[in-house]
């Protein structure tokens, strides 16, 4: 996890871009799947975890359950797949 974490961090220092989402949905496509089977319908609350009616636990545990998947991928998949993901915002 801290490696993917420290690839992050380096390349964010050499301002690598954001990758474009059709390089980052095959290896996000799966954690979804995975998420979406034990989570459900759910899995939609962390579009907005602020949300009022957001049950703030079970967003935690599907927020928990994204970043060990994402950070069980390679460290350069990991990495581009949380690049790609906190650009969104």
């Known amino acids: 996890d801290l490696i993917a974490l420290d690839e ?3 390349t964010s220092n050499t301002k690598k871009p954001i990758p474009p989402e059709s390089t980052v949905m095959p290896s996000l496509e799966p ?3 995975s998420l979406y089977s034990k ?3 759910d899995v939609s609350m962390i579009e907005n ?5 957001v049950d703030k636990d079970k967003v935690c545990s599907i927020t928990m359950d994204l970043y060990k998947e994402i950070l069980a991928l390679p460290h350069e998949q990991a ?3 949380l690049r790609w ?3 969104q915002a």
């Open 79 to 81: 990495a581009s797949a």
């Open 31 to 33: 954690i979804f799947v």
């Open 8 to 10: 992050i961090i380096k």
């Open 39 to 41: 989570f459900g319908e």
């Open 85 to 87: 993901m906190f650009g």
């Open 49 to 53: 975890p602020t949300a009022a009616n």
